[in-house]
């Protein structure tokens, strides 16, 4: 426990690196870091830079992995199994895939395409921007184990029952017809090499952080202002625990954004530390990166009104559900 506990502190929550910008702010700015120019400054560069650090180390991580299961690999493993087996399968899959929102869409065209089951690819589409292994870790780091776990579970679970939900509605006939049309040539798949699996993991890694480092400077940044300048009372007075409109409100806010989950995650640290429920926070978080305006915008480029409606509204009903779940039991998990 001791050696668990340690780990945890030093390599996901970097006290180290913590204690090392505060002696920054105070020895050389001259600040405190309890007061609101301290605070926030600290705030903005420790959890840029841990955010950075964790972020590359995972994806390259998770991008290794990823190297043993290229879409075409993915679509054959998808296509032995079928029902709750397969939309647990695809939901899964979707955790090794570090992919937002909106570029998760080409991959579902190429599943639909090849002829696996549309609730089989929406699984996949929920579960590959909402739970990933590098957001696992991040979550760990900001929280703790028990809150992450939970919500990889509960997230998993969304994907699932989210993807059952539109298979059993049967509703092919509300994907466009060019998405069927495409003709998927089978490539006899190169097995690659460890240099360039490492090559491959490399390129994920700046590829992702050109593609999220803005978010993250904004959601950090965000996060700070929150946590130093916005009073407690304020915050309570809009997403307090006990307002039973809060994960309603968290929701329908983030629905607009468009941010990777490692922008969403400062801000929802902020929103926690000033007592806003963890369901709450959690609900913004997810909203923002499994219901944002322009992956919407996209995939209506794919699937016709009322399939989207339904998408729509199975995952914001679960978001919901999750939402006031974390707000009643989350201090069991703290």
């Known amino acids: 426990m001791f050696i ?48 950075f650090i964790l972020l590359s180390v995972l994806i390259f991580a998770i991008s290794y992995i990823q190297s043993f299961f290229p879409p075409e690999r993915t679509r054959k493993i998808l296509g032995r199994f079928n029902g709750i087996t397969a939309n647990t399968l695809a939901a899964l899959l979707g955790t090794v ?29 929920i579960s590959s921007p909402l739970v990933d292994l590098a957001s696992v870790l991040l979550l760990a780091s900001i929280f703790n184990w028990k809150i992450a776990i939970a919500y990889v579970v509960v997230g998993l679970i969304l ?10 509605a049967k509703m092919e ?50 996060g700070a202002a929150i946590h130093n300048w916005i009073p407690d009372h304020i915050i309570s007075a809009v997403l307090g625990q ?20 490692f922008g969403t995650l400062p801000i929802a640290e902020a929103l926690v530390l000033k007592g806003v429920g963890i369901g709450t926070a959690l609900s913004f978080m997810m909203a923002v990166t499994a219901l ?20 729509f509204g199975v995952v914001t009903i679960g978001i919901l559900i999750i939402g006031y779940t974390f707000n009643a039991f989350g201090h069991l998990l703290v």
């Open 4 to 51: 668990f506990d340690w780990l945890n502190s030093h390599l996901l929550k970097m006290e180290w690196l913590s204690n090392l910008v505060k002696t920054l702010v105070e020895q050389v700015f001259g600040l405190s870091i309890q007061g609101r120019l301290g605070g926030s400054i600290h705030f903005f560069i420790y959890d840029v830079i841990k955010i």
């Open 97 to 125: 895939t570090p992919f937002c929102s909106c570029s998760s869409i080409p991959l579902f065209i190429g599943f639909t395409s090849a002829g696996l089951p549309i609730g089989v690819t929406f699984s996949f589409l």
């Open 159 to 168: 994907a699932v029952v989210g993807g059952t939900v539109i298979s059993k």
């Open 173 to 222: 006939e509300y994907v466009e017809s060019f998405v069927f049309g495409n003709q998927i040539a089978e490539v006899e798949e190169e097995e690659l090499t460890t240099r360039a699996r490492l090559e491959f993991s490399k390129s994920q890694v700046k590829d992702i952080v050109k593609r999220v480092w803005l978010y993250i400077l904004i959601g950090v940044g965000i």
């Open 242 to 261: 006990d307002k039973w409109y809060s994960v309603l409100l968290a929701t329908i806010v983030g629905v607009p954004m468009y941010a990777d989950i």
């Open 292 to 311: 944002s305006l322009p992956s919407m915008i996209l995939l209506k480029k794919v699937v016709k009104t009322k399939l989207l409606a339904v998408f």
